[in-house]
């Protein structure tokens, strides 16, 4: 089991840009897939983001790409999501997620789940 915390998110307008970071707790998180998820009000909770133990594999939501960017400092314990050229339809609650499986877009391949860090997007 792996403890996740994440930060950085916050109020802005359309068009900027924000970094949120999963800071894990544990020896093993460096051997963890993990994943961004959002949940918007009213909608079902879904895959973002998500990135292999080792880095070398990623994958976005088609809604993401080009505009975000995952990545992980496993010396940090940290995994990171850029977040650029942000819109109002981004705005949702993102939770991190640890996974032993391989980079997945489905929830229930997930064990371990953060809080949760809100981002709004003002237009």
């Known amino acids: 089991q792996v403890q996740l915390v994440e930060s950085g998110g916050g109020l802005v307008q359309a068009g900027d840009s924000l970094r949120l970071s999963c800071a894990g707790s544990g020896r093993t998180f460096s051997i963890y897939t993990i994943g961004w998820f959002r949940q918007a009000p009213g909608k079902e909770r879904e895959f973002v983001a998500g990135i292999s133990w080792t880095g070398g594999l990623t994958s976005y939501a088609d809604s993401v790409k080009g505009r975000f960017t995952i990545s992980r400092d496993n010396g940090k314990n940290t995994v990171y999501l850029q977040m650029n050229s942000l819109k109002p339809e981004d705005t949702a609650v993102y939770y991190c997620?640890?996974?032993?499986?391989?980079?997945?877009?489905?929830?229930?391949?997930?064990?371990?789940w953060g809080q949760g860090t809100q981002v709004t997007v003002s237009s």
């Open positions: 997620a640890a996974s032993s499986r391989i980079v997945s877009t489905l929830k229930r391949d997930y064990d371990d």
